[in-house]
């Protein structure tokens, strides 16, 4: 079994953080309590140039080469701007793709940092990326989650390690809602929670609004 799992800003509840585009999904963190979010639609770039004959992962690396031409060229726009400028240039975008490979689920992250460069205007962008692919579902048959971190997730993951093979989805529901009552000021109601195992995906909980 596959999860992954997010919970939405507290300052806007109109931002739908999963998306599906063609056969896989996506998820990105980063920007969205800013002007930012509004000047680097992650859905918007991804859709754009994925083609839906694509494999997965030319799919997910077509996409992350678009992402980072789009960040670059968002912090260039935003020069005279020097407020969302400072914002661009501090924070970074984490985009989680996750789908199937060979039938079987896979998932990766890649983060994009904005690296500025005295000497130049352009700014270099900076991504590494994560992931384990196919080989993401452990062989013990706890489930696999993607999700961005915070020290609440990770301490209720380490004192709950029975619950997630007892209840995945308890286990994920209770582990947003700590980091929520931890993180008051960036986290909040309501929360989305995408299954994705060999039968395909399947959503547990998802925003009504959002497709």
């Known amino acids: 079994m596959g999860v ?21 999904f996506i998820a990105s963190a980063g920007f969205y309590d800013t002007r930012a979010g509004q000047r680097l639609n992650i859905e918007e770039v991804v859709t754009r140039v994925a083609r839906k004959t694509d494999p997965f992962t030319v799919a997910m690396n077509r996409s992350s080469s678009a992402i980072a031409s789009a960040l ?14 400072n914002v661009l240039v501090r924070g970074n975008v ?20 904005v690296m500025t ?12 990326d994560d992931g384990c692919g196919p080989q993401c579902v452990p062989a013990d048959g706890n489930p696999y989650l993607m999700h961005t971190r915070s020290q609440a997730m990770d301490n209720f993951r380490s004192t709950n390690r ?7 989805v ?15 000021d960036r986290s909040g109601l309501p929360v989305d929670i995408l299954r994705i195992d060999q039968n395909g995906p399947k959503w547990i909980e998802k925003k009504p609004s959002c497709p």
């Open 4 to 24: 992954y799992i997010t919970g939405d800003r507290r300052i806007s509840n109109s931002f739908c953080k999963i998306h599906q585009v063609h056969d896989f």
């Open 72 to 85: 670059s060229q968002a912090v260039s726009d935003a020069r005279e701007d020097d407020g969302l400028y």
């Open 94 to 113: 984490v985009t989680f793709f996750f789908g199937f490979e060979d039938g079987k689920p896979a998932t990766y992250s890649h983060r994009f940092s």
């Open 117 to 128: 460069q005295r000497e130049s205007k352009v700014p270099l962008i900076e991504g590494t």
């Open 162 to 168: 029975g619950l997630l093979r007892d209840d995945p």
């Open 170 to 184: 308890a286990f994920v529901r209770s582990m947003i809602f700590s980091d929520i009552a931890a993180n008051k």
